[in-house]
């Protein structure tokens, strides 16, 4: 990268055992973790983004290629800031995020000693945002109702809502959203 380069990342290793709701957003709306990853991008002055996807989840690589081409087809990526897949290795640390900077630079999925931290010093030692897929598929949806009416679900201290995997030995096992509190 350049001297002045600025990285986005999507975390979507998700190694958590159990958890699953990074690959429905991804497969049911890959759109909208792309939009929210120009959002940032556009306000940070980013011009690249990775989405790290685990080992296990190869199926959804084609459907976010897709979504990748059609977005570079409108118009919303490849000039400015655009988007590139990497797959990881299948190594359960590479879920934390120093050690996917290093998975995404080619080397091994090892966690650096903080600080510096990835703000200033992230992926290929640039400044770095890094968020999950869930929350970059919040960015649009606070950005086209506005924060005052985003901050109506939840509380106060903590407005919005989260996303839940229910599984294993249950009655109704699936993804659910909850407000906070």
Not at 2 to 8: E, F, L, T
Not at 82 to 109: N, Q
Not at 116 to 142: A, D, Q, S, W
Not at 167 to 172: T, W
Request: aromatic share 10%; hydrophobic share 35%; charged share 25%.
């Amino acid at each position: 990268g350049s001297a002045g380069a600025k990285y986005v990342i999507c975390n979507a290793d998700e190694s958590e055992p159990g958890t699953f709701k990074d690959r429905i957003l991804l497969i049911d709306d890959p759109h909208r973790t792309i939009e929210g990853m120009c959002i940032v991008a556009y306000s940070i002055g980013a011009s690249k983004g990775y989405i790290y996807i685990r080992a296990e989840y190869p199926y959804i690589v084609p459907v976010l290629e897709n979504a990748l081409t059609e977005a570079r087809t409108a118009g919303y990526l490849g000039k400015d800031f655009d988007i590139e897949i990497r797959v990881g290795a299948g190594a359960y640390i590479c879920g934390e995020e120093t050690a996917l900077f290093e998975s995404i630079e080619g080397k091994r999925g090892f966690p650096r000693v903080k600080p510096p931290f990835p703000t200033t010093h992230g992926v290929f030692g640039k400044p770095t945002v890094i968020n999950n897929v869930e929350t970059l598929c919040n960015v649009p949806l606070i950005i086209a109702q506005g924060s005052a009416e985003y901050r109506k679900i939840g509380t106060e201290k903590s407005p919005g809502s989260k996303l839940f995997c229910v599984s294993g030995d249950v009655a109704k096992p699936g993804l659910y959203e909850v407000p906070f509190g």
